[in-house]
């Protein structure tokens, strides 16, 4: 099988796929739900919390997770990144940061937690959520 490294228009297509339904976030404290919301050609907005609240993933975001996982080697479970995701930047793990960063250069909205589970839909990534730290993959 081919491990799966660019958001082109094939794996988009598949993420289209995913609007309307509910994920699940790797293991937290909250372990929270949210809703894939919308799609269009540059991103996917996402609904978190009691309240609705949207959160837009670029397309450039899950691109970059993907080039983090494949330039790191993170190819197969064997191979497995901490996620350590967090709102704090100082105490996020690269993976998290990696595809939090603006083009401008600078940190922005964590969204790795929200990115992975999609990926994992996609059958691009794999997660272990029964174990701490949480980790992930991508599969091939």
């Not at 994920?23 to 609705?52: C, E, H, M, W």
Request: glycine share 6%; net charge neutral; charged share 15%.
């Amino acid at each position: 099988m081919t491990v799966i490294t660019q958001v082109d228009t094939t794996l988009w297509a598949l993420i289209s796929r995913l609007q309307g339904t509910e994920l699940q976030t790797p293991y937290t404290p909250s372990n929270s739900r949210f809703g894939v919301a919308s799609i269009d050609a540059t991103s996917v907005t996402i609904t978190t919390g009691a309240k609705d609240s949207a959160v837009v993933l670029t397309r450039a975001a899950f691109q970059q997770t993907l080039d983090y996982l494949t330039t790191h080697e993170h190819i197969g479970q064997a191979h497995a990144v901490v996620i350590q995701s967090s709102h704090d930047k100082e105490k996020a793990g690269p993976l998290c940061l990696a595809a939090r960063k603006q083009p401008n250069g600078k940190s922005g909205t964590c969204v790795i937690t929200y990115i992975l589970p999609i990926l994992e839909q996609c059958q691009v990534v794999g997660i272990s959520r029964m174990a701490a730290p949480t980790t992930t993959w991508l599969l091939h």
